[in-house]
């Protein structure tokens, strides 16, 4: 099986109000994410072109969440809920008889990232 994988990254503010601690408190992070599709080649040799893969993510899904406010989207948004949000709204969107989305990571700092996959 082959995949492909592209990073984006997006500006956001959130607060955590399920949790006691230093992410409890209003702030932003520069998220990394990370989208992975994998399945068979086309007559190209492509799981998926890199640019319709980019289209799809940042009409899904970087336009919304950018410079937002998270909480306004996703009630307790841990790195775990926005993975678990992003893979909610682009796994149709990427479900063909030739390939699916495979794992959605999301990197809330440089060392620390969460990963939803079904
Ligand atoms: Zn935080």
Not at 6 to 28: I, R, S
Not at 73 to 82: D, G, L, S
């Amino acid at each position: 099986m082959f995949c492909v994988k592209k990073v984006f990254t997006f500006d956001a503010a959130h607060n955590l109000t399920k949790y006691k601690g230093k992410c409890e408190k209003l702030h932003g992070h520069t998220y990394k994410l990370e989208i992975k599709v994998c399945g068979d080649l086309n007559d190209e040799e492509m799981v998926l072109d890199f640019s319709d893969l980019s289209t799809i993510v940042e009409e899904e899904i970087i336009s919304k969440l950018d410079h937002s406010y998270i909480n306004d989207i996703i009630p307790q948004p841990t790195a775990e809920m926005i993975a678990k949000w992003i893979w909610d709204k682009l796994s149709n969107r990427f479900r063909t008889e030739r390939y699916k989305l495979q794992e959605v990571t999301v990197w809330e700092t440089p060392t620390s990232c969460a990963i939803y996959f079904e």
